[in-house]
């Protein structure tokens, strides 16, 4: 893979220019197309040049020594990528790296969240409750006669 940017992926994810977000999108998609293809593909002599660097920086995420300590930009770069496939992926069963293990820690994620907000309406629910109902002490004029 090429280096980082910025943004947290790489120069070839980023060519678009950054004047629109959906350049930057299509971008970050045509990385993850040619990430699902090295994924799928078994052809070691596979002529698009995506899949064997693909297939390198999978190779690399294997063998790296600093990726357990998160100081790989590369291995860093390439997990971004698996992040934002897995955002989106469908399947069941997904051939691309970590894709099923953080689809499950997104889904733990939104169920702790959605268990926290309702906690939260819950609490309101309880404070309006134990405020009583409100009533001024003088009636209003909108209500009452001219």
Not at 31 to 41: G, R
Not at 107 to 119: G, K, P, S, T
Not at 138 to 146: D, L, N, T
Request: aromatic share 4%; charged share 25%.
């Amino acid at each position: 893979m090429e280096p980082r940017t910025d943004s947290g992926l790489c120069t070839e994810c980023n060519k678009a220019p950054r004047k629109s977000s959906e350049s930057q999108r299509l971008s970050v998609q045509r990385c993850i197309l040619s990430l699902l293809h090295a994924c799928q593909c078994r052809n070691a002599n596979c002529p698009l040049p995506s899949c064997q660097k693909m297939k390198r920086v999978a190779q690399h995420l294997k063998h790296c020594k600093r990726n357990t300590s998160g100081g790989c930009p590369v291995c860093r770069q390439f997990i971004a990528l698996c992040y934002y496939h897995a955002k989106h992926c469908q399947e069941n069963i997904c051939l691309v790296p970590f894709c099923l293990t953080i689809k499950h820690k997104l889904r733990l994620r939104w169920q702790e969240q959605r268990i926290q907000h309702v906690q939260m309406i819950r609490r309101r629910i309880m404070a309006l409750r134990a405020i009583g109902p409100r009533r001024s002490s003088k009636p209003s004029r909108a209500c009452g006669p001219r």
